[in-house]
T-cell receptor, first 115, second 111 residues
Framework: EAGVTQFPSHSVIEKGQTVTLRCDPISGHDNLYWYRRVMGKEIKFLLHFVKESKQDESGMPNNRFLAERTGGTYSTLKVQPAELEDSGVYFC?????????????FGAGSRLTVL | GEDVEQSLFLSVREGDSSVINCTYT??????LYWYKQEPGAGLQLLTYIFSNMDMKQDQRLTVLLNKKDKHLSLRIADTQTGDSAIYFC???????????WGLGTSLAVNP
């Protein structure tokens, strides 16, 4: 089966611009997660979708970040307007499980550089 | 808040065993995980252990959990150059809830 796909792999934008990251989870995986790693810091949870619904968005930094998962398939994460501190690697992961251990399959990440 | 700590670097010789250590603070952790990240790749789940277990073995990997001390370790037997990567410890309550991550341990395997 195809893995989790993220696009773009790397984006370089200027402060104040908008960027949209996309994640295509494994087909049939109801759970979709966004995590972020800022350089030198831990990987941090951003939010969790179950199908098209936001199950937990407690990790979203502020209202400049908007995540959607229309139709419960792919997801987008938009940052508008981008700030310097938004630079980092954004990971998407998906999981089919409804309980038990979180067996996540991650994408390769989208590296965002804000200048 | 919950915290996961790991040493940042480990260097071993090919053929030796590697031991990567992790400590965590969350008393309600149900599962503890080890993920591996190779250069340019995503995070790959290596193994996980349920909190009521002390040990789990999977081929060259051995996970030890000391729940009293909140200490987790990953032992890689007969370490190979292909094992060079960043290893992340993570903990979580399971049931699809969020994971708390360590900074990652960069393992260098020298020939």
């Amino acid at each position: 089966e195809a893995g989790v796909t993220q696009f773009p792999s790397h984006s370089v934008i200027e402060k104040g611009q908008t960027v949209t990251l996309r994640c295509d989870p494994i087909s049939g995986h109801d759970n979709l997660y966004w995590y972020r790693r800022v350089m030198g810091k831990e990987i941090k949870f951003l939010l969790h979708f179950v199908k098209e619904s936001k199950q937990d968005e407690s990790g979203m930094p502020n209202n400049r970040f908007l995540a959607e998962r229309t139709g419960g398939t792919y997801s987008t994460l938009k940052v508008q307007p981008a700030e310097l501190e938004d630079s980092g690697v954004y990971f998407c992961a998906s999981s089919p499980r409804l309980g038990g251990a979180n067996v996540l399959t991650f994408g390769a990440g989208s590296r965002l550089t804000v200048l | 808040g919950e915290d996961v700590e790991q040493s940042l670097f480990l260097s071993v010789r090919e053929g030796d065993s590697s031991v990567i250590n992790c400590t965590y603070t969350d008393s309600s952790s149900t599962y503890l995980y080890w993920y591996k990240q190779e250069p340019g790749a995503g995070l790959q789940l290596l193994t996980y252990i349920f909190s009521n277990m002390d040990m789990k073995q999977d081929q060259r990997l051995t996970v030890l959990l000391n729940k009293k001390d909140k200490h987790l370790s990953l032992r890689i037997a007969d370490t190979q150059t292909g094992d060079s990567a960043i290893y992340f410890c993570a903990d979580g309550p399971g049931n699809n809830r969020k994971l708390i991550w360590g900074l990652g341990t960069s393992l260098a395997v020298n020939p």
